[in-house]
């Protein structure tokens, strides 16, 4: 990049950013992430699963009911259901599902599908789930299981038909199902026949790059490390399931945690004194005071 374009883009986030807080722009979250849980069924080598050490559980709907009724009241147009852990192993699911479409706000769920039957797929489409993204990282077994460890293919692929069968006879067009490819060098070569296979079939398609989880699975090359900010200190939250606050999504290990919504509210953990000095760590661009921002390669 020109590097008089890149100086002037960085100027412009760094006196744009706090313009707009002081006119209340980021008061409360666009996207607030709800881990319903942090257990999963899989052990993917493009997840940090096996490096994680924060305790696992599932969060309970006391707890749940607390926060989006608090995200109700700010108006947050929808909730993600998902942060690390398979979704479909809180047996609560259905139930928060339309807790939360009750209140007029629209839930999206990330997946791996594999624990799916007939059953459980109606009671999605019931639900009022308004979106669910599938994780299919190949177009056959080898190469598919050789990324999601511990699923099978045939299972995934045989559930994804049967949530699209349920949709059809159920005469609903929610919720929207997406599918989600990660591009690795293991892969690649299947991404033309992957997109042929389900173009058409499915709502969205989105083929998507590896990262490296703030440095957590691999360290960063270093190239194009950008000095801008990250975005998702302004416009995201993420509640782990026991009501500790993670830094951001990229945060698997809540080692930057910033409160508890057991304790505080979304609000006054959002704009806290923690999160706003390191949002000015942003501006600055003095990500080595926050070192899991440093290496991360979302900044990019």
């Excluded at 008089?4 to 002081?22: K, Q």
């Amino acid at each position: 990049m020109n590097r008089l374009v890149y100086r002037t883009e960085v100027a412009a986030a760094r006196s744009v950013l706090p313009l707009l807080e002081r006119c209340g722009v980021f008061r409360f979250p666009r996207t607030v992430r709800i881990e319903s849980t942090d257990i999963c069924n899989a052990n993917c080598v493009t997840c940090t699963r096996e490096i994680m050490t924060r305790p696992k559980g599932v969060m309970d709907m006391a707890l749940y009911r607390k926060i989006v009724d608090e995200c109700s009241h700010y108006r947050v147009s929808s909730i993600h259901l998902h942060n690390f852990g398979e979704p479909l192993i809180d047996k609560a699911l259905f139930e928060k599902i339309r807790y939360a479409s009750a209140k007029g706000m629209k839930t999206r769920l990330f997946s791996n599908l594999s624990l799916l039957d007939e059953e459980k797929a109606a009671m999605l489409v019931r639900s009022g789930l308004s979106r669910i993204k599938v994780s299919i990282d190949g177009n056959s077994r080898e190469t598919f299981e050789a990324i999601r460890r511990g699923l099978s293919f045939d299972r995934v692929v045989e559930n994804l038909e049967v949530l699209i069968e349920a949709k059809k006879r159920l005469g609903s067009r929610t919720p929207e199902i997406g599918l989600v490819f990660v591009e690795t060098d293991e892969n690649r070569h299947e991404r033309e026949g992957f997109l042929k296979k389900w173009k058409g079939r499915v709502d969205s398609i989105d083929i998507s790059s590896y990262h490296n989880w703030a440095g957590g699975l691999r360290d960063s090359d270093g190239k194009d490390m950008r000095a801008l900010p990250c975005l998702r200190i302004w416009q995201t939250f993420t509640i782990l399931w026991n009501g500790e606050v993670a830094l951001c999504c990229m945060d698997y290990d809540g080692r930057v945690k910033l409160g508890n919504v057991r304790e505080d509210t979304i609000y006054g953990i959002f704009n806290g004194p923690r999160l706003n000095r390191i949002r000015e760590y942003h501006l600055r661009g003095a990500f080595e005071r926050i070192p899991i921002c440093l290496k991360c390669e979302a900044r990019r």
